[in-house]
């Protein structure tokens, strides 16, 4: 069975539209397309084959095409969920970036010991429970391209917990109309009793201080079922929904999944055999005879007949070419998408080792820009539980000064080799120090240089200031040495002096024997 149709019999194609086969029956002589693709909005273009198209569907919604039609955003998710549970390189794709991410934990840090302590109990509530489950958040956000957290401050002292929105349950992000770039508020679909439910997206701020009297007004009047926080991915500035990382390559997946499939029948048919009986001299009626009581022979038994029976076994030759050529173009067309190199598939090819470091750096690059759109995101909800604090105590957080400042601290991406870099530190600090005694550099422009050496180390300094520390920090070095050696020179003077003394007291005492 082919994997897009183990997929059809997966989700019951609940939304009644094809994906990615031929029709089982005649195509009509006008192939149902969506709605939204009818109508001009579709980005694939009509197939020369009817009844056909891409797995992923038509494209865009003719309403806004910066975002996917309602149905092709459903079918997202639906195939990116099921691609991930089902093809092995799809889940590959998402699960090598989550490893890399996430695998020794994220932490909240801030410099405010309060604040700090705000941030743990928030982390770790059992709720919450940040620990368990930013992984499973991260991993869904790259499938689903989406990531909603409903809200609820405490009333007292502010305490925020949050719940869940699953993406697939969202119906519409509302933008602002004054400013497309910025979404205000989450309309859920209709649940089991035909209710939608409208959530306000939170910013971090007074309504009234960030938007226009119209926006604040939509805010207040029609997103009234609380607050929520939304993360999108693989978006336009204006669009209002997110995409999967797998988008693109869906098709792709697909192809090589049942490009594999194939191959396992391939193979099944190159195994088989039948058995061929030839009857020399023999009339018709001899041979249905023969044919009905003919019974293979058995591995391992033997088979008597004389020289007008001949029996051999034939395997079918199919003139098939190796096909490695082929699933490896196909499956680099899928990892070059994803900017993941051939040898972590289990595809090593004439790679060594050099080559193989230089050619994760752009893979690295894509894991740290994702990275850094987490970092700046938990860092978000950081700041979101130091405001609801201190709005119930009644202060106003100063987002400029440190104290409020949220840092979420990550694992490092690669384990550093800074052998090479240890040694050009070395030789570049002789260099440059030659250059400062020739009057060639000043000493704040060397200390530049070295500062960007010493980022490869994970150390990032301002050159000004480190240069000012220093100085003053090696005159108080030199004052300590002086007084040290000051007090080295008068301790050895005292101590010439009580030997003196000492001996000119033993002089004066009389030795035994001698009269008074």
């Keep these: 069975m082919r994997a897009i149709d183990r997929f059809k019999s997966w989700i019951g194609l609940d939304d009644g539209t094809s994906v990615a086969a031929p029709a089982p029956t005649p195509a009509p002589a006008t192939p149902v ?46 195939l990116a969920e099921y691609l991930w549970q089902s093809n092995l390189l799809a889940n590959r794709l998402v699960e090598l970036p989550l490893a890399y991410l996430l695998a020794e934990g994220v932490t909240l840090q801030c410099k405010d010991e309060e604040h700090q302590k705000l941030l743990n109990a928030f982390w770790s509530d059992p709720i919450n429970n940040w620990p368990l489950k930013l992984a499973p958040r991260v991993r869904a956000l790259g499938l689903l391209g989406e990531q909603c957290y409903i809200a ?20 519409t992000v509302v933008n602002d109309p004054d400013n497309p770039e910025q979404p205000i508020g989450v309309v859920t679909k209709r649940d089991g009793r035909g209710r939608t439910h409208k959530y306000r997206v939170i910013v971090l701020g007074e309504d009234a201080d960030l938007f226009s009297a119209n926006t604040v007004r939509i805010r207040e009047e029609d997103f009234t079922d609380g607050d929520c926080l939304l993360y999108q991915l ?8 997110g995409r999967s990382d797998l988008l693109g390559q869906m098709d792709w997946l697909d192809a090589y999944d049942g490009f594999l499939l194939d191959e396992l029948d391939r193979i099944g048919y190159l195994r088989a055999f039948v058995w061929d009986v030839t009857l020399t001299g023999a009339d018709q009626a001899t041979v249905d005879k023969f044919e009905q009581d003919f019974v293979p022979p058995q591995p391992n038994t033997a088979f008597v007949h004389n020289d007008s029976i001949k029996l051999e076994a034939k395997s079918p030759d199919l003139q098939a070419a190796d096909t490695t050529q082929s699933a490896r173009l196909i499956r ?16 090593g090819g004439d790679v060594n ?43 106003t957080p100063d987002w400029s000064d440190d104290r409020w400042q949220v840092t979420a601290v990550f694992p490092e991406l690669l384990n550093k080799d800074v052998t090479k ?5 070395g030789q570049l600090v002789q260099a440059v120090t030659q250059m400062i005694d020739a009057g060639l550099m000043t000493e704040e422009t060397a200390l530049k240089i070295v500062a960007d050496v010493a980022q490869r180390f994970g150390q990032d300094f301002d050159a000004k200031a480190e240069l000012e520390a220093a100085r003053k920090e090696h005159a ?11 007090f080295s020179t008068d301790d050895s003077d005292l101590q010439a002096a009580l030997d ?17």
């Excluded at 020369?48 to 998710?77: F, H, I, T, V, Y």
């Excluded at 690295?364 to 979101?384: A, D, H, N, P, V």
């Excluded at 003196?500 to 009269?515: L, R, Y």
Aim: hydrophobic fraction near 35%; charge should be positive; glycine fraction near 14%.
């Design 33 to 78: 397309r969506e709605a939204a693709a009818a109508q001009g909005g579709g980005s694939g273009g009509t197939s020369s084959e009817k009844g056909w198209r891409p797995l992923s569907g038509d494209g865009l919604s003719a309403m806004n095409d910066r975002d996917l039609a309602p149905m092709a955003q459903d079918r997202m998710q639906k």
């Design 332 to 347: 680099n067309h899928v990892l070059g998408g994803s900017t993941t190199p051939e040898h972590w598939f289990g595809g």
């Design 500 to 516: 003196a003394g000492a001996t000119g007291v033993a002089t004066a005492v009389p030795s035994e024997g001698a009269s008074a």
């Design 353 to 395: 080792r050099a080559a193989a470091s230089e050619m994760g750096e752009p893979t690295f690059k894509m894991y740290s820009m994702r990275q850094g759109f987490l970092k700046l995101s938990l860092e978000e909800i950081g700041r979101y539980v130091l405001w609801q604090a201190a709005r119930t105590a009644g202060k």
């Design 421 to 425: 870099f240890a040694a050009a530190l």
């Design 152 to 171: 609820t401050v405490r009333d007292g002292d502010g305490f925020v917990r949050l719940g869940y929105l699953d993406p697939r349950q969202i119906a």
């Design 234 to 241: 693989n978006k336009f500035p204006n669009g209002s929904r």
């Design 476 to 486: 108080k070095r030199k004052q300590a040495r002086q007084a040290e050696d000051n």
